[in-house]
């Protein structure tokens, strides 16, 4: 499935920055579930969730996109 490589590029970068599902979430505004199904690979993040995490985590957009996602 396309969305689990998302979820696991946005789960490493949140672990590497020593954050918790929960806080993210919280500091992103959207509901634990929800970052739970974007981790899980059974939602895809909108642009907005994107930027926000991008933000958040100080990463940029590009570096939580799967690489072979770039050139599409």
Known sequence: MET???GRRIR????????T???LAKEI???ISV?????RGSRL????ILNQISD????????LIPPDELNK
């Open 4 to 6: 689990d490589k998302w």
């Open 12 to 19: 490493a970068f949140r672990k590497l920055k020593g954050r």
């Open 21 to 23: 599902q929960e806080r």
């Open 29 to 31: 505004g959207i509901s």
């Open 35 to 39: 970052l739970g199904e974007i981790e």
């Open 45 to 48: 993040p909108s642009e907005k």
């Open 56 to 63: 958040v985590l100080a990463v940029p957009v590009e570096e």
